[in-house]
């Protein structure tokens, strides 16, 4: 399972916007072939209960 630490994020977009932008990130994630999907599905409904 894929472990993600979300901090602030100011650095990141001063360097590089299209790199460090949310859209960007979580758009890469979900494209990701080798991702375990229903883990990371079920780890997400948790965090959002």
Do not use: C, H
């Not at 979580?26 to 079920?42: I, M, P, V, Y």
Request: hydrophobic share 50%; proline share 2%; net charge negative.
């Amino acid at each position: 399972m894929r472990e993600v630490i979300v901090v602030g994020n100011g650095l990141g977009m001063a360097l590089s916007p299209d790199d460090y932008s949310l859209t960007n990130a979580l758009t890469a994630s979900w494209a990701d072939k080798e991702a375990d999907r229903q883990s990371e599905a079920a780890y997400i409904a948790l965090l959002a209960a």
